[in-house]
């Protein structure tokens, strides 16, 4: 695997780092909505309650994507073509990710999808990068 750039990971987010890195999906879930958030943030959306963490089944569909041809950084230079999609989760957020071991000519918008994970050279980072189901 080439070097990647590796994500900051914060107070706010380092539950969803080390989940990741036990191969396990997580996203915030308002209870009072009973609704999933993500990007993480410090206070539910709809109405600034308190979020939990909860585990989510990873499988979901592609919202919309494009294939990058070139490297959007020098670190990419080996990854083109990459495949960069929205992936709208079984429990409702979406997130920007990877689609790999999938000809990006054979991507289509609706495909299911199902998280797996990619460990960054060099750090104590896992990326959830998703595939097709």
């Known amino acids: 695997m080439s070097a990647r750039l590796i994500p900051p990971v914060s107070e706010l987010t380092r539950p969803y780092w080390d989940?990741?890195?036990q191969h396990t999906l997580v996203l915030q879930h308002c209870e009072?909505?009973?609704k999933y958030?993500?990007?993480?943030?410090a206070h539910s959306?709809?109405?600034?309650g308190p979020l939990t963490w909860k585990p989510v089944s990873g499988k979901g569909t592609v919202y919309t994507y494009t294939v990058a041809h070139r490297p959007p950084h020098p670190v990419f230079a080996d990854s083109c073509p990459m495949a960069i999609a929205i992936v709208e989760l079984a429990e409702g957020p979406r997130m920007m990710s990877n689609i790999v071991h999938c000809d990006p000519a054979d991507l289509q918008v609706g495909m299911a999808v199902q998280v797996a994970f990619e460990a960054i050279d060099d750090s104590d980072i896992t990326l959830p990068v998703f595939e097709p189901a």
């Open 19 to 21: 989940a990741a890195s």
């Open 32 to 34: 009072a909505e009973d």
């Open 37 to 41: 958030v993500f990007p993480p943030r």
């Open 45 to 48: 959306p709809w109405g600034g």
